[in-house]
């Protein structure tokens, strides 16, 4: 079947398709744009897929059927392949398949000396190092206030924020608990325990913008087009919650359109929003020259309160449901739609690529 998309989903979210229960992923829009590219989604698991074929559901005719196809010749990512035997059947999967998005969760500090290479990019990092002993000392030393991050984490679990106070003081922002004053040894002793036997980096703070006193960044997503080429298909903003270092919404951050934060920062909407959008197309760019799979992410890129964009991070399986929190439903749709714009545009290429 010459129009069939593979759609690789994480076992928990396959499973909950016939009962319309997946999550944060709106299963009904992959169908929808689907059906309007006269496409045909077959949604696979890792667990059933074989060698050559793979047991999935097909959806047709508004209808799912379970079946059993030859491995498509073009799959979107959308599961969590952290494991090493998962990455080896991707990697198996590819030599026969185009699968965009091969990876899905990014480690931050690789992702951070990649861009580090690309011209196009650097102006937009924030100073990061790996979290070593020495280098813990140096931030103390150095920076007013900084991150220490785990490299492969989402929804800011694990985010600790230091930042210098008088008379020699640390304050000590730990996830949810109340911030702890600490001297310079406290603060180096309680790091190195939170983040012992772990990968972390340490990220000098950037001043974010601000709305009614909580600090706010975007989620920006990027992706690849009906032509191959990076688009920005919706930008939301996060507002950290009182008294909170993150502005993940899974830490009770709020959802708000970019544009209202952008007045409430004296920025202009417009201007801003276009900057915002090249910046996040140019680190797109520069990614996707590495890592020729990636095609669909989203970026987490704060303001300051100069109004300077920089990356905080890159999320290789955007979850997309801030636009459905603002009721941006067109906005929602794109980030559905464009996937498989860019799904058709390789099946018509009838090429492969490299992961």
Request: charged share 25%; aromatic share 10%; net charge positive.
């Given at each position: 079947m010459l129009n069939v998309i593979g759609i690789l989903l994480a076992y928990p979210t396959y499973k909950g398709i016939l009962r319309h229960q997946t999550g944060y992923e709106s299963i009904e829009l992959y169908n929808k744009a689907a059906e309007e590219l006269g496409l045909i989604p077959f949604y696979m698991t890792l667990r059933h897929v074989g060698t050559k074929s793979a047991l999935g559901l097909s959806y047709e005719n508004h209808t799912y059927m379970l079946k059993r196809l030859p491995i498509p010749k073009v799959i979107h990512n959308r599961a969590m392949t952290l494991t090493m035997s998962s990455?080896?059947?991707i990697q198996q999967m590819a030599k026969i398949s185009h699968i965009f998005n091969g990876q899905t969760r990014y480690d931050?500090?690789?992702?951070?000396?990649?861009?580090r290479k690309q011209k196009d990019a650097t102006?937009?990092?924030?100073?990061?190092?790996?979290?070593?002993f020495n280098n813990l000392i140096k931030a103390l030393l150095t920076y007013p206030s900084f991150f220490?991050?785990?490299?492969?984490?989402?929804?800011?679990?694990?985010?600790l924020r230091v930042t210098a106070m008088p008379d020699a003081k640390w304050q000590v922002c730990w996830q949810?608990?109340?911030?702890?004053?600490?001297?310079?040894?406290?603060?180096?002793?309680?790091?190195?325990?939170k983040t012992r036997g772990k990968k972390y980096l340490i990220q000098e703070a950037i001043s974010l913008a601000m709305h009614e006193g909580r600090p706010y960044d975007l989620r920006v997503t990027v992706q690849r087009g009906d032509r191959g080429v990076w688009q920005v298909s919706g930008i939301a903003g996060k507002v950290a919650a009182k008294d909170r270092h993150v502005t993940n919404l899974a830490r009770g951050g709020t959802a708000m359109r970019c544009e209202t934060l952008f007045v409430a920062s004296g920025f202009d909407p417009?201007?801003?929003?276009?900057?915002v959008e090249q910046a996040a197309l140019q680190i797109a760019e520069s990614l996707s020259g590495q890592i020729p799979s990636i095609s669909d992410v989203g970026m987490d890129i704060g303001i300051d309160d100069q109004g300077d964009i920089w990356l905080i991070e890159v999320n290789g399986r955007d979850q997309r449901y801030q636009y459905k929190h603002l009721k941006l439903d067109k906005t929602f749709y794109r980030t559905y739609e464009t996937p498989m714009q860019y799904a058709k545009f390789l099946l018509s290429q009838g090429t492969e690529q490299e992961m």
């Amino acid at each position: 079947m010459l129009n069939v998309i593979g759609i690789l989903l994480a076992y928990p979210t396959y499973k909950g398709i016939l009962r319309h229960q997946t999550g944060y992923e709106s299963i009904e829009l992959y169908n929808k744009a689907a059906e309007e590219l006269g496409l045909i989604p077959f949604y696979m698991t890792l667990r059933h897929v074989g060698t050559k074929s793979a047991l999935g559901l097909s959806y047709e005719n508004h209808t799912y059927m379970l079946k059993r196809l030859p491995i498509p010749k073009v799959i979107h990512n959308r599961a969590m392949t952290l494991t090493m035997s998962s990455q080896r059947k991707i990697q198996q999967m590819a030599k026969i398949s185009h699968i965009f998005n091969g990876q899905t969760r990014y480690d931050k500090l690789f992702i951070h000396r990649l861009l580090r290479k690309q011209k196009d990019a650097t102006d937009f990092l924030p100073k990061t190092i790996t979290c070593s002993f020495n280098n813990l000392i140096k931030a103390l030393l150095t920076y007013p206030s900084f991150f220490v991050k785990p490299t492969s984490s989402s929804v800011g679990k694990g985010i600790l924020r230091v930042t210098a106070m008088p008379d020699a003081k640390w304050q000590v922002c730990w996830q949810d608990q109340v911030p702890r004053l600490l001297d310079a040894q406290k603060t180096y002793d309680f790091i190195l325990q939170k983040t012992r036997g772990k990968k972390y980096l340490i990220q000098e703070a950037i001043s974010l913008a601000m709305h009614e006193g909580r600090p706010y960044d975007l989620r920006v997503t990027v992706q690849r087009g009906d032509r191959g080429v990076w688009q920005v298909s919706g930008i939301a903003g996060k507002v950290a919650a009182k008294d909170r270092h993150v502005t993940n919404l899974a830490r009770g951050g709020t959802a708000m359109r970019c544009e209202t934060l952008f007045v409430a920062s004296g920025f202009d909407p417009r201007k801003k929003r276009e900057e915002v959008e090249q910046a996040a197309l140019q680190i797109a760019e520069s990614l996707s020259g590495q890592i020729p799979s990636i095609s669909d992410v989203g970026m987490d890129i704060g303001i300051d309160d100069q109004g300077d964009i920089w990356l905080i991070e890159v999320n290789g399986r955007d979850q997309r449901y801030q636009y459905k929190h603002l009721k941006l439903d067109k906005t929602f749709y794109r980030t559905y739609e464009t996937p498989m714009q860019y799904a058709k545009f390789l099946l018509s290429q009838g090429t492969e690529q490299e992961m």
